[in-house]
């Protein structure tokens, strides 16, 4: 190592900033973060410096830095633009042993500051000897990601039971292995989702029985996968794959989005296919329930947002009866993720004040929708599973009212290497959709936003010609 890694406690203590400008006033913030006293020595203020110095937060002396500045500091950091001021500032420092840091100048440093994750009190510092800042920093963002926000809250309810574990827990071992299953367990998760004073029931709850296991049904968490591209998967859905004992997912959920879930964790295909239910809705409510009943994590893996014609609602309800916890994750939607994809905002001041997402599936052949409704205009419709049912739906659509030369797209995959693009109109979708062979799980967008998506569409020419080239295929297959 060519550093000694330290945290240092500045709390209440006079730490010099000498510079004037947004540097300086980043490094002041930082050290203010820490409880610093701080002053800044420079003969002019930039506007946020100024602010600081308005605010009370930081003391300014009006002057060009000169040793005396140093009398009584703990720690200065010079951040000037002007390189005879920081060498002077780091021999002056240097000359008391004063800890110096001057900006960008390592050679001039006998303290190097990190990039840092800041869950206080937990906080993560990544330096890299002063060789790559940038490196250091785009670590620093793949951690930001991993570590969830409210782990600092984690760290202080575990500091306010610290005393009682220590008690309750002789040895060394057991506290470890408490505290592990506190960290691992539901009653982390119940902090990360904000139920703080349920954590803290439950901590409590643990120590009075005295037991280093958090004991009972295990947990289910319904968790949304988004609409196929793992990059939208959101932080806590990652974290929870990355937990979870077994994972229950239906075929919506992607190779690419199970191959982030944890290794050694079973995986059970509940799959749902128009027509071919792999596991009948009650079967999968049994399994859910035995399989929490024996203490596991649970993910119930869900395309898009359970929430939203993801039956989620119907399996939490059984689990609510069998008096086994859960959580839910929201996933992106759909609706929401093939919009973005496909360029075409699902609301816009000049076309659509409001959207609706509808259900296209078929019940006994028919599609039952509130068409009135649905043909007013100034809005978006988005038709989920709606492949099979397409035509039959346009053309009420258009019965009702709608016109037929309304702007309208089919999105297959979307979001995801393999989507496809069909844009029509009312009148024309469904044969249009019919021509590409558009399969599901595809999402029918109807509204005059789809217009936008010529000059929206930044997926750009690369998927153009690659869905051309499909079209192509499926014309001659045809
Ligand atoms: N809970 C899911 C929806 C489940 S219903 C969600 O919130 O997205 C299944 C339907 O969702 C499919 O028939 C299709 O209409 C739509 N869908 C899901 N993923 C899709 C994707 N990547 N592209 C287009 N449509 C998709």
């Known amino acids: 190592m060519d550093y000694f890694p330290v945290f240092l406690d500045v709390r209440n203590r006079p730490c010099l900033v000498v510079g004037g400008g947004e540097v300086a006033t980043r490094k002041a913030g930082l050290l ?8 800044l020595v420079a003969p002019a203020l930039c506007d946020s410096a100024g602010q600081l110095v308005e605010r009370g937060e930081v003391l300014h002396v009006p002057a060009r830095f000169s040793p005396g500045h140093l009398r009584g500091m703990v720690l200065v950091i010079a951040a000037t633009d002007d390189a005879a001021v920081n060498e002077e500032v780091s021999v002056a420092a240097n000359a008391l042993h004063l800890p110096v840091n001057v900006v960008d100048s390592p050679q001039l440093c006998s303290f190097i500051v990190p990039s840092i994750v800041d869950r206080s009190p937990v906080v993560v510092a990544i330096g890299s000897s002063g060789k ?7 670590l620093r963002t793949r951690l930001e990601g991993l570590i969830p926000q409210a782990y600092g809250k984690l760290a202080a309810l575990a500091g306010a039971f610290r005393e009682q574990a220590k008690q309750r827990f002789a040895d060394v071992e057991s506290r470890r292995r408490f505290w592990e299953n506190v960290f691992e367990g539901p009653i982390a998760e119940m902090v990360f989702s904000g139920r703080e004073a349920a954590a803290r029931h439950a901590l409590l709850d643990v120590l009075n029985r005295g037991e280093g296991k958090v004991r009972g049904a295990g947990q289910v968490y319904l968790v949304g996968a988004g609409p196929g591209n793992p990059d939208l998967l959101t932080f806590r859905a ?25 290794r050694d964790a079973q995986r059970i295909y509940a799959g749902k296919q128009a027509g071919n239910h792999a596991l009948p809705q009650g079967e999968i409510n049994v399994l859910l329930e035995r399989l929490a009943r024996e203490g596991k994590c649970v993910v119930r893996l869900k395309g898009g947002d359970p929430f939203v014609f993801g039956r989620g609602g119907e399996e939490l309800e059984a689990l609510a009866d069998a008096g086994i916890p859960f959580e839910v994750v929201p996933g ?13 905002p699902l609301t816009h001041r000049d076309h659509a004040q409001s959207v609706t997402f509808v259900t296209g599936h078929l019940k006994e052949g028919s599609v039952n929708l509130d068409w009135e409704a649905l043909v007013r205009p100034h809005q978006t419709v988005v038709i989920y599973m709606g492949v099979g049912a397409l035509a039959q739906i346009c053309e009420r659509l258009v019965a009702h009212g709608m016109a037929p030369a309304l702007p309208a797209a089919m999105v297959e995959r979307g979001t995801t290497s393999d989507q496809r693009v069909v844009t029509a109109t009312v009148g024309t979708l469904a044969q249009e959709a019919a021509r590409a062979g558009i399969e599901p799980p595809a999402l029918a967008i109807i509204g005059e936003v789809v217009s936008l998506r010529k000059r929206l569409n930044w997926l750009g020419e690369a998927q153009a010609a690659r869905e051309e080239a499909k079209r192509g295929a499926a014309e001659i297959a045809a």
């Open 132 to 138: 790559a800042p940038v490196l250091a920093r785009l």
């Open 32 to 39: 203010l973060k820490s409880g610093a006293r701080v002053t």
């Open 332 to 344: 992106i939607t759909a609706a929401c993720g093939v919009s973005s994809y496909a360029g075409i």
């Open 238 to 262: 990652l974290r929870l794959m990355q937990k979870a004992d077994v994972v229950v997912y239906d075929h919506l959920v992607g190779d690419g989005i199970l191959d982030l879930v944890r």
